[in-house]
C-alpha cells in the first residue's frame, strides 16, 4: 500500500443480474487531488463510488480507501468519507442550521455544536443559518449538502454530479470551495458530465460501460488519444459536418461554436483529404490542438462502435 494513495484498488468487479456494470476497474487516487470520474449515464460510475466507500460489496477485486481495505474495513471508511450522493436529500422544513444539527446527531458527534458552528463559517453559511431548507436556491441547497458531508471533518469527498441542474454561477462557486478544500489536504473524487469541470481537476479518469477507458491528467488523457485535429470555418459549415465525416482519414466530427472540429488517427490522410475539401468548399482549414472534449468523443464512439475512431 501506498500511504499517498488516497484510493488504491484493482480489478473490481460488480454484477447486478447478468449486467457486468464494473469491469475490472483500477483505480489510483493521489492524496489531496481532485479526481474526475468522467463517463456517459449508466456507465458506472455511482456503482464504482459506493463501492469505494463500502456501501456495495464488489464480487472481486482488492484494494484501500483511505489506507483501509474496502472488503473488510467499511465501517471505518465510511466515518472518514464524505459521500454527496447524486440525489442528495434535505430536510425542507429545518432551517440549514437544524440541518446541519441534525446531521451531526446521526453520526453521533461529540462536539456537534461546535462541528455545525465551524461548518456554517467555513461553507459561508452562518448569515443563512435561520432560512429554511425547503426555500433555498439550488445552488444553496447544493452548498448545504455539502456541508452535511463535511461535518464529521472527512478526509476524502465522494461528490456524486454535485453540481447537475445547478446554475453557472453556482457551479463556479462550488468548484472554488472544492479547489479550497483541496488545499487543506482533503481529497476529492467527483463525477461530473461537465466538460469545464473536467478541466478542473488534477487528474480524471474516464469511464465508459463499466470500462475505464483513460486515465491521467487532462494534457495526457489528450494525448493518450493520438488524435490530429483541424478546426473548420466558414460558410455554412454546421450544413456539411456529415460530408466532413465522409472524408477519408476523418474518424470524428464535433460542433464547437461556429467551427467544427474534424479529428482523425492519420493525420497525413485526413489532411490530404481535408486540403481538397476546403478547397472546393471555400472553407478555412487550421490545425489546432484536439481538446479533451474531442477526446471525450473519440472515447465515447470507440465504447459505441468499434467500426469508428
Ligand atoms: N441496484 C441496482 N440494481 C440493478 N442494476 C443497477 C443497480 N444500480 C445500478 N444499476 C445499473 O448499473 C448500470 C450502471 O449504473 P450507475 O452506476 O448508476 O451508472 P452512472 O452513475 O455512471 O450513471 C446501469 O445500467 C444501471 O441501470
Ligand atoms: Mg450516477
Redesign the pocket.
Known amino acids: 500500500m501506498n500511504a499517498l494513495l488516497a484510493i488504491d484498488v484493482a480489478g473490481i468487479n460488480k454484477h447486478f443480474g447478468d449486467k457486468h456494470v464494473v469491469k475490472d476497474l483500477s483505480l489510483r487516487v493521489r492524496e489531496g487531488e481532485i479526481f474526475g470520474f468522467l463517463g456517459p449515464n449508466g456507465s458506472g460510475?455511482?456503482t464504482s463510488i459506493r463501492i469505494l466507500c463500502g456501501l456495495l460489496t464488489p464480487d472481486s477485486g482488492r484494494g484501500t480507501c483511505l489506507g483501509l481495505d474496502v472488503l473488510t474495513e467499511s465501517a471505518a471508511i465510511k466515518r472518514q468519507v464524505g459521500y454527496m450522493t447524486?440525489r442528495f436529500s434535505l430536510w425542507d422544513d429545518l432551517t440549514i442550521a437544524e440541518n446541519l444539527d441534525f446531521v451531526a446527531r446521526m453520526f453521533g458527534m461529540a462536539d456537534r455544536r461546535t462541528a455545525v458552528e465551524e461548518t456554517l463559517e467555513t461553507l459561508g453559511l452562518a448569515g443563512r443559518r435561520d432560512q429554511l431548507a425547503g426555500a433555498l436556491s439550488g445552488g444553496w441547497k447544493q452548498r448545504l449538502a455539502l456541508a452535511s458531508c463535511l461535518l464529521h471533518r472527512p478526509r476524502l469527498l465522494l461528490l456524486?454530479?454535485p453540481t447537475a441542474g445547478v446554475d453557472p454561477k453556482a457551479r463556479r462557486d462550488f468548484w472554488e470551495e472544492i479547489h479550497r478544500l483541496s488545499a487543506d489536504g482533503i481529497t476529492v473524487l467527483v463525477?461530473t458530465h461537465y466538460m469545464d469541470e473536467a478541466e478542473r481537476c488534477h487528474r480524471l479518469a474516464y469511464i465508459s460501460y463499466g470500462q475505464l477507458l483513460a486515465s491521467g491528467t487532462a494534457e495526457e488523457v489528450v494525448a493518450g488519444q493520438g488524435l490530429h485535429t483541424w478546426e473548420i470555418s466558414g460558410e455554412g459549415i454546421q450544413g456539411l459536418a456529415g460530408r466532413l465525416r465522409q472524408l477519408p482519414g476523418a474518424s470524428l466530427v464535433a460542433s464547437f461554436g461556429s467551427t467544427l472540429h474534424i479529428s482523425g488517427l492519420d493525420g497525413a490522410e485526413l489532411q490530404a483529404s481535408l486540403e481538397g475539401f476546403v478547397r472546393e468548399s471555400g472553407l478555412r482549414m487550421t490545425a489546432v490542438s484536439p481538446s479533451l472534449e474531442d477526446a471525450f468523443i473519440h472515447l465515447m464512439r470507440g465504447g459505441l462502435d468499434p467500426y469508428q475512431g
Request: glycine content about 0%; aromatic content about 0%.
Open positions: 460510475k455511482t447524486q456524486d454530479e463525477s
